[in-house]
């Protein structure tokens, strides 16, 4: 059973910086992209980041590139997302989530364990 933990939510102003880390439980992580989405109160999932497994390659959403930067580390079975020049319309809740292939996909159901979510706000 994978299993993934998020941690590094909070309360930020705008313009200012969050880390969010993923904890995986997978024995094969080191195969698998892995995907951060958001989800804001009314809206739908959305696709922020995802990186690929070996190679590392890297995918943003328009909204946050240049702003997000999705890393991994396959030694501790972890992702991370930094978050700098935070927006208000970035509040939402972030999930991680393991690509269901090794193809590196932004659609939601290419993903096949999630997280359970942490909460970002950003004050104005």
């Known amino acids: 059973q994978v299993q993934l933990a998020e941690s590094g939510g909070g309360l930020v102003q705008a313009g200012g910086s969050l880390r969010l880390s993923c904890a995986v439980s997978?024995?094969?992580?080191?195969?698998?992209?892995m995907g951060w989405f958001r989800q804001a109160p009314g809206k739908e999932r959305e696709f922020v980041a995802a990186?690929?497994?070996?190679?590392?390659?890297?995918y943003y959403a328009d909204s946050v590139k240049g702003r997000f930067t999705i890393t991994r580390d396959n030694a501790k079975n972890s992702v991370s997302l930094q978050m700098n020049s935070l927006k208000p319309e970035d509040t939402a809740v972030y999930y991680c989530?393991?690509?269901?292939?090794?193809?590196?996909?932004?659609?939601?159901?290419?993903?096949?364990?999630w997280g359970q979510g942490t909460q970002v706000t950003v004050s104005s």
């Open positions: 997978a024995r094969t992580f080191v195969y698998y992209p």
């Open positions: 990186i690929s497994g070996t190679n590392s390659n890297t």
């Open positions: 989530a393991k690509g269901r292939t090794a193809e590196v996909d932004k659609r939601i159901r290419a993903y096949d364990y």
